[in-house]
């Protein structure tokens, strides 16, 4: 099974951040099963995601995105992610639940963390507030995660057994 | 003017190496005027490094790749940028010198390095013994690197004032 790694945000392609949940996420792939084959690496621009999505679907069977997840006007994944497979945003029940539980109040921003699309799975983010998102199209599977490290890995430890290769077990001495 | 960074080698995708020179090649373009507006990870293999820099001269002006540039076997990145143009790599002079410099004996994995396209210009590597290739199709700019940090570094440090957008101070305080 082929997996494609995208990366959203202009501080990766700037430099001024180190990718480091690339090789998180690549590492945990590889020994999960997966052929990780394709990195892609895009701005926070709706355009540039919806058309990372697109690509990365034409290459993979699993596709995982990290960043651009989360309160603010430049969290754009959600909406791109929609764009580039003509879904829908909804409020999500199950998110919402997430959120609420970690705040007092809800504000604009903190609901924004709940709409996501429409068919789509809310992942529990222990490290953090905003819910990953898993969704199956087309027999793909896709997994968006917000940027934050330590979010990405506690979100990823969580779900890695529900995607991982079945009786997988990584024997490349080159690794 | 736009760039895009093209990273080449499994040990990328498979997390097993943290993906430092696209970070220091992101942040020096950043600072040299270039807008970083994409980023393409791919294997050690002819296909995908052929799809990667085919795709990078669509989005960018200037195309930075890193990695499979030596003396073994799958270092394949100028076999396969040539593929990408359809170039003819050949003997270069200039690079020959430049290896011939570092060893007192010429093996064919040696001389192997001094094969670059026709047309292009070897770049010197003080911290090792690939020179990185420059080399311009169709008013876009192409500069291929090898995977070692040290040598990223050197080869970059020493040739950036040539590709500096004149006149830029980089001003962006949210970098």
Redesign the interface.
Known sequence: MKAV?I?IGNE?????????N?????????FSGYN????????DNLD?IAAAFRNAAAYGDLIISSGGLGPTYDDMTLTGFARAFNLNLKLNETAFNMIKNKFDKITPEREKMAIIPEGSIPLKNDAGTAPGVYMEIDNKKYIILPGVPREVESIMNNFIEKIRIKNYVYLDES?
Request: charge should be positive; avoid cysteine; hydrophobic fraction near 55%.
């Open positions: 790694i990366t990766i392609l700037k430099g001024r951040t180190v990718n480091t690339f090789s998180f996420i690549g590492k945990l792939l590889t990780v084959s394709l990195g892609i690496i895009v701005p540039a690794f």
